[in-house]
């Protein structure tokens, strides 16, 4: 018995050492095969490099809804005002441009955000919601500050005349309530503008930034893009002259001027959405510019717009030459 054993366990010996060895190659086959990961990581990092570098397309769809709803809920919403019956919309109501200035600061910081989502450049988150959540409060105390006074209008108040030159406003009694209209002015047309401004340029300017391709093939607008430069400079003009920023604006596009000949060193080209933003500041520069030229010896106006720099608001030339007409 004690032979039979050890001859089984003799014979059993090797089987089980044969396998012990399969195993073992068969592990250290597995452990040849490990460093292939790596391979497969640097692959995918690679094409993720590749995509990161590739020109963004032109945002045909961004664009076409960004500049409509500028036109349309913001430069539309005055006109809607004196448009709709006022019996619609009562002085003591919001009136149907307040809606519109509503929707206005829901839909704008929206696109800004899809915007900066498709930059080809990674741009700094923080600076991005600080931007937009400052943007959002100016453009809502502007809302109502520009409600109160565009209702004004409808009780004789003049646009083309400062707050105590209204002949509504200067015979108030006390007198102390005609600070606090010149309060509610500053409120509107210098801190609702100046937070609502700075960061929607700002915003603009850092997707610009991002906006370069080495290929000068690729730097050019596709066809449809054309016919949206001049209502998206055409708009840019009435941001400027209408909210007093031509300092704002003229500041954002030599930065982006200078961006554009310090990228061109280095041999990099606008892609077809920073071109886009380019020729339409480049449009808005020239209206203004042809805008100032024939206003310049209004004696009016220039009585409310002192100092060196001389941008008329094209609804103060609407009250002085076209409702007083009517």
Same mark, same amino acid.
């Given at each position: 018995?004690?032979?039979?054993?050890?001859?089984?366990?003799?014979? #059993?010996?090797?089987?089980?050492?044969?396998?012990?060895?399969?195993? +073992?190659?068969?592990?250290?086959?597995?452990?040849?095969?490990?460093?292939?990961?790596?391979?497969?990581?640097?692959?995918?990092?690679?094409?993720?490099?590749?995509?990161?570098?590739? +020109?963004?397309?032109?945002?045909?769809?961004?664009?076409?809804?960004? &500049?409509?709803? %500028?036109?349309?809920?913001?430069?539309?919403?005055?006109?809607?005002?004196?448009?709709?019956?006022?019996?619609?919309?009562? #002085?003591?109501?919001?009136?149907?441009?307040?809606?519109?200035?509503?929707?206005? %600061? =829901? =839909? &704008?910081?929206?696109?800004?955000?899809? @915007? =900066?989502?498709?930059? /080809?450049? &990674?741009? /700094?988150?923080?600076?991005?919601?600080?931007?937009?959540?400052?943007?959002?409060?100016?453009?809502?105390?502007?809302?109502?500050?520009?409600?109160?006074?565009?209702?004004?209008?409808?009780?004789?108040?003049?646009?083309?005349?400062?707050?105590?030159?209204?002949?509504?406003?200067?015979?108030?009694?006390?007198?102390?309530? $005609?600070?606090?209209?010149?309060?509610?002015?500053?409120?509107?047309?210098?801190?609702?503008?100046?937070?609502?401004?700075?960061?929607?340029?700002?915003? @603009?300017?850092?997707?610009?930034?991002?906006?370069? &391709?080495? +290929?000068?093939?690729?730097?050019?607008?596709?066809?449809?893009?054309?016919?949206?430069?001049? /209502?998206?400079?055409?708009?840019?003009?009435?941001?400027? +002259?209408?909210?007093? $920023?031509?300092?704002?604006?003229?500041?954002?596009?030599?930065?982006?001027?200078?961006?554009?000949?310090?990228?061109?060193?280095?041999?990099?080209?606008?892609?077809? %959405?920073?071109?886009?933003?380019?020729?339409?500041?480049?449009?808005?520069? @020239?209206?203004?510019?042809?805008?100032?030229?024939?206003?310049?010896?209004?004696?009016?106006?220039?009585?409310?717009?002192?100092?060196? =720099?001389?941008? /008329?608001?094209?609804?103060?030339?609407?009250?002085?030459?076209?409702?007083?007409?009517?």
């Amino acid at each position: 018995m004690v032979e039979i054993s050890r001859v089984e366990e003799s014979e #059993l010996a090797p089987e089980t050492s044969g396998f012990t060895d399969f195993r +073992t190659l068969g592990y250290s086959h597995l452990l040849k095969r490990r460093p292939e990961k790596p391979v497969d990581q640097a692959k995918h990092s690679s094409v993720k490099a590749d995509e990161v570098a590739s +020109t963004a397309p032109f945002h045909l769809d961004l664009w076409f809804y960004f &500049t409509l709803q %500028n036109w349309l809920l913001d430069f539309g919403r005055p006109i809607a005002m004196l448009v709709f019956p006022l019996e619609w919309f009562p #002085l003591n109501k919001p009136s149907v441009g307040d809606y519109f200035h509503m929707a206005y %600061n =829901i =839909i &704008t910081p929206f696109l800004l955000l899809k @915007l =900066i989502e498709r930059s /080809p450049r &990674t741009l /700094p988150r923080s600076m991005i919601y600080v931007s937009i959540i400052t943007f959002i409060m100016g453009a809502s105390i502007h809302l109502v500050g520009d409600s109160v006074n565009h209702r004004l209008i409808f009780s004789g108040y003049q646009n083309h005349l400062s707050v105590r030159e209204n002949p509504i406003i200067k015979n108030l009694k006390p007198e102390t309530l $005609i600070d606090s209209f010149e309060l509610l002015y500053y409120y509107d047309e210098y801190l609702g503008h100046s937070m609502w401004y700075i960061p929607f340029f700002l915003i @603009l300017f850092m997707y610009f930034s991002g906006c370069f &391709t080495p +290929t000068k093939a690729e730097s050019s607008m596709p066809g449809p893009a054309l016919p949206l430069v001049v /209502p998206s400079g055409l708009y840019y003009w009435y941001l400027v +002259t209408e909210g007093q $920023i031509f300092i704002l604006f003229i500041f954002t596009f030599f930065a982006m001027l200078a961006l554009v000949l310090h990228q061109k060193r280095k041999r990099l080209f606008l892609d077809s %959405n920073g071109l886009f933003l380019f020729s339409s500041f480049a449009l808005t520069l @020239l209206l203004v510019a042809l805008w100032v030229a024939w206003l310049w010896n209004d004696p009016v106006l220039r009585k409310k717009y002192p100092g060196v =720099i001389y941008v /008329p608001e094209p609804w103060a030339f609407y009250t002085l030459h076209v409702s007083s007409r009517h």
